[in-house]
């Protein structure tokens, strides 16, 4: 029987739940392309009203830095890979006044993924940090390079959807 009192179960329950992205991260095979997806799912929820889409990523940003590094306390590893709120940030990051087409959403979300991956400058390091920090640092800079990319490519490479 656990030691823990039934309150700090509960506590410690929730914070599995959010952190995971609602058990998300306990699929069994690439629980951060599923938390891309989840993130990638909520654009296509809320991309018609800005003013909410920011609103929810600024309530799961906080969420994400209070709850990471308490999950990764209760989980015992170092950024858990059921840890996957920060893929969701991230990828609405990645998203965020992208233009709704198809053929662009498939292009970030293929590009976020390959940066979450590499951990380009200062990711890499900016991971090694301890807590919520290091969890969610990396896929933040992976969304915001994504999307500076993808603006940039839409503004002044005259790139033509077709």
Not at 66 to 76: N, P, V, Y
Not at 116 to 131: I, R, T, W
């Amino acid at each position: 029987m656990s030691r823990l009192s039934p309150k700090i179960r509960i506590s410690n329950f929730v914070i599995k739940i959010i952190s995971s992205f609602f058990f998300i991260g306990y699929l069994p095979f690439i629980p951060g392309t599923f938390g891309s997806l989840a993130g990638l799912f909520l654009y296509f929820v809320f991309k018609d009203n800005y003013l909410f889409y920011i609103l929810l990523l600024f309530v799961l940003m906080v969420t994400g830095f209070s709850l990471t590094g308490k999950a990764e306390e209760i989980l015992g590893r170092k950024d858990a890979p059921c840890i996957v709120i920060d893929e969701v940030i991230g990828m609405l990051l990645a998203l965020i006044f992208i233009p709704y087409e198809i053929k662009l959403l498939i292009i970030d979300f293929v590009l976020f993924r390959i940066l979450d991956a590499l951990k380009p400058y200062p990711s890499g390091m900016l991971q090694n940090l301890k807590g919520s920090l290091g969890i969610m640092s990396d896929d933040i800079i992976a969304g915001l390079y994504t999307n500076i990319i993808l603006q940039v490519v839409l503004r002044f490479a005259s790139f033509k959807i077709s």
